[in-house]
Nanobody, 118 residues
Framework: QVQLVESGGGLVQPGGSLRLSCTAS????????MSWYRQAPGKERELVAS????????NYADSMKGRFTISRDNSENTVSLQMNSLKPEDTAVYYC???????????WGQGTQVTVSS
């Protein structure tokens, strides 16, 4: 089992920035993909960004490109999401995800609320 704990959410004005962090603990498998997803009220959960173990492959949803940056620190088992130029439509619960292909298993954090409003 892998446990994920997110932090860094909150209320921010449009155009502002937030940094989310997620720390993994438990049965850490080195070959994993860490990601951020989000779910807005009444909408399906969607991928925000993902990063492979050594950062060789990074993917962003189109609407986040140029505004969000995902990074990870394998020594600390953390993944971060720097969010800039935030818009009201970025309001959602953001979830950290840890995927182990060898186990075909995805673990989820409890989510952290991000609200962009004036």
């Amino acid at each position: 089992q892998v446990q994920l704990v997110e932090s860094g959410g909150g209320l921010v004005q449009p155009g502002g920035s937030l940094r989310l962090s997620c720390t993994a603990s438990g049965s850490i498998i080195s070959d994993n993909i860490m990601s951020w997803y989000r779910q807005a009220p009444g909408k399906e959960r969607e991928l925000v960004a993902s990063i492979t173990r050594f950062g060789r492959r990074i993917n962003y949803a189109d609407s986040m490109k140029g505004r969000f940056t995902i990074s990870r620190d394998n020594s600390e088992n953390t993944v971060s999401l720097q969010m800039n130029s935030l818009k009201p439509e970025d309001t959602a619960v953001y979830y950290c995800s840890y995927y182990v292909a060898a186990q075909a298993t995805r673990y989820w954090g409890q989510g952290t609320q991000v609200t962009v409003s004036s």
